[in-house]
């Protein structure tokens, strides 16, 4: 079974073809340079980018692959949640792709590609406990099977990587701003700015980055007389020292949640053996160490994606894709794209069965 994979719900134009050994037959990923100067992605000039690209990007993938569009069973592409000029250049090109070839045609939840990948890379088996953090989302959810999730915890503003992406905007690094403060944190004093941990110690299972992000925004202000963040000039210095204590709180905020959502994951499952990190957030070392400290304090096995499948990428949709179909589910191609889209509301049954191994 070979499922070809599209996303395109951000500024990654991207085609992959996986089959259902978890081979990765091709991929291909194009990561647009256009939103750098801006500090974030511009829709408009997003959607325009993946139509330029999306019809190269696919036949590409075909090519390295070394397979004909008629030896594949299913067309999968992003179809939300996500900026909805660019899914739906994505949806419009798998669903003409799988009328032309008489395939069928798999709407795949953005988020369920980021949450499935690891099952591909890491053998991860169901069920399991899942922190996914990424540009747009920040969420801890039990993912119980394809289709089937649980969502524990939410954050009620920012997006773990919104944080990142904002906090590097404001030290004038260019977008996306995650890999540059992980960077710059590498040779920062982590202890040298005490920075708040918004809802520490709530009840829930929820996460605000809001306040965090105003507190570095003080910090950096504080260094021009007048208060105006434009005019500040740091040291290099400075700019670690800041990046690595934010980098320090952001992923003890995470981890306190996370080690809240073990609780709730054993009692419910005592029979789940993994943790896992997915989305653009889940590329950071620092963090990605903490989990896994903390997964193994809890006698479970910690699994991130390889770096390259953390951030957006076509083989984590043509996975989902592939779980999908092999779980019976396909959608007509009136299907219409979804700028939001949960991942944990109310699951449609799937028309067959069939299923993967992890
Ligand atoms: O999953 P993704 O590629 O796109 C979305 O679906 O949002 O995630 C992109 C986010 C950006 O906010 C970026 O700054 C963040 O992931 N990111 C990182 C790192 N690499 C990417 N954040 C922290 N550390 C990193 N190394
Ligand atoms: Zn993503």
Redesign the pocket.
Known sequence: MIVLGIES??D?TAAALVNEKKEILAETVLSQEEHKIYGGVVPEIAARAHLEHIEDIIEHTFHKAKIQPKDIDAVAAAAGP?LIGGVVVGVMAAKALALALNKPFIAVN?LEG?ALVSRLTNNVEYPYLLLLV????CQILIVKNVNQYERLGTTIDD????A??KV?KMLKFGY????M??KMAEIGNENRFALPHPLRGSNDLNLSFSGLKTAVRKIIESYDADGNIEHVILSKQDTADICASFQKTISECLIEKVAKGIDVFQKKYPQGRHLVVA???A???Y?RQKLKNLAEENNLIFAAPPLKW???NGVMIAWAGLERFANGYTNDLDFKPRPRWPLDEDAPKAAGAGGVKA
């Open positions: 719900s951000c990654e996500g953005h980021h990424s540009g747009g989302h997006a773990a990587g919104e990142f992406d590097a996306p701003g995650g890999p403060i992980e989305g653009g957030v590329a950071n070392s963090l953390c951030t957006d």
